[in-house]
């Protein structure tokens, strides 16, 4: 797996983390917090939880499954992106648009964004 491969997976597991961490078990959430988050080895998050490698790597694994299954019922991560899309376009239509209906604009915009 390429470099780019890795860190975007990565960063879609975090992504998805933030969204469902609540439905993951407590010993599911610590083991992803560690390795996704704060970048421990499978080696180091064994040490800390007296455990072999593999079963770390295991955890690991079925906690990113978990994630997907997750998003691919409820496709939170997946509506975020979306919304995130058409407010950038919309972004970009007000920028054309004449300068008092642009800065309505971008108030409303600035507050649904708030609104998550």
Same mark, same amino acid.
């Given at each position: !797996? *390429?470099?780019?491969?890795? /860190?975007?997976? *990565?960063?879609?597991?975090? /992504? ?6 609540? !439905? ?41 499954? !978990? ?7 409820? /496709?939170? /991560? *997946? ?29 409303? !915009? ?7």
């Amino acid at each position: !797996m *390429t470099e780019d491969r890795i /860190l975007e997976k *990565t960063n879609r597991i975090n /992504l998805l983390f933030d969204f469902y961490e609540p !439905m993951l078990t407590d010993k599911q959430q610590a083991v992803l917090k560690l390795y996704f988050h704060d970048d421990y080895s499978l080696g180091e998050i064994a040490e800390q939880f007296k455990i072999s490698r593999q079963a770390v790597y295991e955890h690991v694994k079925r906690a990113e499954q !978990m994630l997907e299954e997750y998003e691919s019922k409820l /496709l939170l /991560l *997946t509506r975020h992106e979306r919304r995130l899309k058409l407010l950038s376009e919309a972004e970009e239509l007000l920028l054309q648009s004449p300068g008092d209906l642009a800065d309505r604009a971008a108030d409303y !915009m600035r507050r649904i964004v708030h609104m998550e």
